[in-house]
């Protein structure tokens, strides 16, 4: 019953490493996004994505970037890790108009931490 | 600036009623979302407020004033499983969703 998967749960790197993380939809939505989830701060915005091969930068874009060359898969990409990057990371998708009825779905998440 | 408020934690006993409130001052407002999430689990969606009043779904309602920028989520008949963090989120005139830091709810026996 698993609608947003996000490829690893749990992931530990050293700072200037490349990292891939992963997310596949198989709902059919539009719209997917990428967060970062932090104590005590809400849910921070990174990257979106309206249609495949767009993308759009959120809140806090620096440091990393995203590419969605399939519609049901969106990746977010660091391509220095840093120890300030270490956090969970929220994959989400939903339809195109956001609404009651079309909410966000979101992944599990992907705990990364850069040492 | 974007600001949505929640407690940082709560504490209610099994069996009770405990209402979690949700103030927002926002560029415009085009709903507000309460989804709930369990410790290293995904955030679940929950309600949708969009016009002023009440809603109920089973244990949970959610209400929503416009006009005061407020919201609560009201939990009924409280069970060890609903201890969790409770996110409230509000579309602002963009379609952009602002987020709140969370409640998080600890239920004791």
């Known amino acids: 019953d698993v609608k947003v998967t996000q490829s690893s749960r749990y992931l530990v790197k050293r700072t200037g490493e490349k990292v891939f993380l992963e997310c596949v939809q198989d709902m059919d939505h539009e719209n997917m996004f990428w967060y970062r989830q932090d104590p005590g701060l809400g849910l921070r915005l990174i990257y979106f994505?309206?249609?495949?091969?767009?993308?759009e930068k959120g809140d806090i874009p620096e440091g990393y970037s995203v590419s969605r060359e399939k519609k049901e898969r969106f990746s977010l990409i660091l391509e220095s890790a840093s120890t300030n990057q270490t956090s969970m990371y929220l994959c989400?998708?939903?339809?195109?108009?956001?609404?009651?009825?079309?909410?966000?779905?979101f992944g599990a998440g992907s705990r990364l931490t850069v040492l | 600036g974007q600001n949505i408020d929640q407690p940082t934690e709560m504490t209610a006993t099994e069996g009770a009623i405990v209402q979690i409130n949700c103030t927002y001052q926002t560029s415009g407002f085009n709903g507000l979302f309460w989804y709930q999430q369990h410790a290293g689990e995904a955030p679940t969606f929950l309600s949708y407020?969009?016009l002023d009043g009440l809603e109920e779904k089973g244990r949970f309602s959610s209400f929503l004033s416009r006009s005061k920028g407020y919201s609560y989520l009201l939990l009924k008949e409280l069970q060890m499983k609903d201890s969790a963090s409770y996110l409230c989120?509000?579309?602002?005139?963009?379609?952009?969703?602002?987020w709140g830091a969370g409640t998080k709810l600890i239920i004791k026996p």
């Open positions: 407020n969009v």
């Open positions: 989400a998708s939903s339809p195109r108009q956001i609404s009651g009825a079309n909410v966000l779905t």
């Open positions: 989120a509000v579309m602002d005139s963009n379609y952009q969703l602002i």
């Open positions: 994505s309206y249609d495949v091969k767009m993308k």
